[in-house]
């Protein structure tokens, strides 16, 4: 589904400070999976995550959806892809303060015209299933870690993406918590949803939820 | 003399165009030889990124030589008033041997300048870049264009001197100058008419044809070529019998005094909508030899259809606006 070719990242090219994030990555990840990507901090994930969610482009290689090249894309057409195949749960969660819970769930639907009301019936079918209905209307500050981080899955979820992506999602949780997050992301295995996340967290990588773990070091993955 | 702020925005605008092209250049060379979509080297990924860059500077350029020709013709009626003899924008035009040169390279410049701006749009439609580059390799044709237009403005401005005695539009647009101003003014109304409505009715007929039926084609081309007749056959009109009409006067035949506050700037009524539509219709054919490129199959129908549509409406609008200065005009020229 997702295929990388010798993808190579540089920070800050050609100066004193020149750093190469990932030094050559070849990958297939397949669809209705959960992979893993796991390694110790600076090993290149959360690069390689924000150049498959199309965040970032590439220094050289190129990366594939569906055999569709979409490292080269224009911009005007990343912005569809991202909108459409990919959502992301962040490690910070990066919702919106003062709006409300169901408010920062609808919001990376608004540009896709849908009508309002069945935005809001969607919103709020998202908010019941991560047992979040009663708080629908708190705002962002007011929530809990987990309340947060739930809330950041509906709204990766809320244009029904083929792709959510995941950054250190239980990062900021502690124990009982990230258990209900991979209760949460065992239950998108089984829906057949393409979940890709990094994690070094082994209540993730040695879930029976994840189907792959990709292990990462110095920009490369150590299996190569 | 040249220190007039249209002159000193108009060689300001040429400079820049010029200056912005020839940094290009290097840039434009690189895609021309090196670019090869199906690689995902470094190199190949850095000229896809610096792509949005050029082509926005490009677009710039293209943009400032659309406003840049009204600005120049502006300037030229504008500065009439300093030179002896000059009644309007031809004595302006006639102190030096460079003015008449500098506004048809102006011209010039400003249909190409549309037809690239057309051929960028549609390159922009494509997720795969597919005329990027033809776009870059029009860019270094342009350039020279460009260069001739500055040096053209730059020699027509310089040598702008108040003391040199003009001729004025009467020796230029009469009956009895041999040449095609001449023969343009000495063009009998009834003919001319018949000339000016029937060009402008086949090319609103081919475009709004072309602008309904949504395919590419010879029709997109046939609005290109029929546009390019309407606006000489336009120009042509405008000086053997709309002139006229609008003076009131059975021998001026200036297409330049209608646009003077006199005759209440009517000549920008004139003007603006035929070249815009030209503009629009010479954009819509110079897409057309691309419609066979697979990612832009669905993009150039479209595109040429709304180009074909504008310059429908251009020309309508030019026929209609012409048609009310004759309409309301004292001036009974045929019988």
Known sequence: MIELKDVRKAFNQGQHNEYWALSGITLAIEARRVTALRGPSGSGKTTLLTLIGCLARPTSGRISLHNRD????????????????????????????????????MLPAYPTGRPHRELVAHAETL????????????????????????????????????????????????????????????????????VILTSHDPLVVESTAVHRVIDMRDGLLVEQ | MIFQPAIIALLLA??????????????AVQVIRHWDIASGSERQLQLERRTYLF??????????????????????????VMFVGAMCAVGTLNVDPFGFPALIAQMTVFFLA??????????????????????????????????????????????????VITSCCGSLFSEDTKGLTGDMAALAPVPAMIGFYASLA?????????????RGGISGYAVAATGIVALIAGLAGIISFVSLYIYEHPHHHCPFCILKPEYDWRGYALYLPLFAATACAIGAGAVQPFRSIDSLRAQIPQVSARLAAVAAAGFLLFALVATVFVARSHLVLIE
Do not use: C
């Open chain 1, 127 to 194: 908010l019941e299933r991560l047992r979040l209905g009663h708080r629908r209307d708190a705002r962002a500050e007011w929530l809990s870690g987990g309340e947060q981080q739930r809330v950041a899955i509906a709204r990766a979820l809320i244009n029904d993406p083929e792709v959510l992506i995941a950054d250190e999602p239980t990062a900021n949780l502690d124990t009982t918590l990230a258990k209900q997050f991979m209760a949460i992301l065992e239950s998108f295995g089984e829906e057949g949803r393409t």
């Open chain 2, 55 to 80: 082509s926005t500077l490009a677009v710039f350029v293209m943009a400032t030589q659309l406003l840049s020709l009204l600005l120049f013709v502006f300037n030229a009626d504008k500065m009439s």
């Open chain 2, 202 to 214: 086949i090319a609103f007929a081919t475009a709004a044809f072309h602008a309904q039926a949504k």
């Open chain 2, 114 to 163: 549309a037809a690239w701006l057309a051929v960028n749009h549609v390159d922009t439609r494509a997720p795969d870049y597919p005329l990027v580059r033809i776009k870059y390799t029009a860019l270094l044709a342009l350039l020279p264009a460009l260069a001739a237009v500055l040096w053209l403005q730059l020699q027509y401005f310089l040598n702008l001197r108040a003391d």
């Open chain 2, 14 to 27: 040429s400079a820049v165009s010029v200056t912005l092209l020839a940094a290009a250049a290097p840039f």
């Open chain 1, 70 to 105: 979409i490292s080269g894309l224009p911009e005007r057409f990343l912005t569809g892809i991202r909108r459409k195949t990919f959502g992301f749960v962040f490690q910070q969660f990066n919702l919106i303060k003062g709006l409300s819970a169901i408010d920062n769930v």
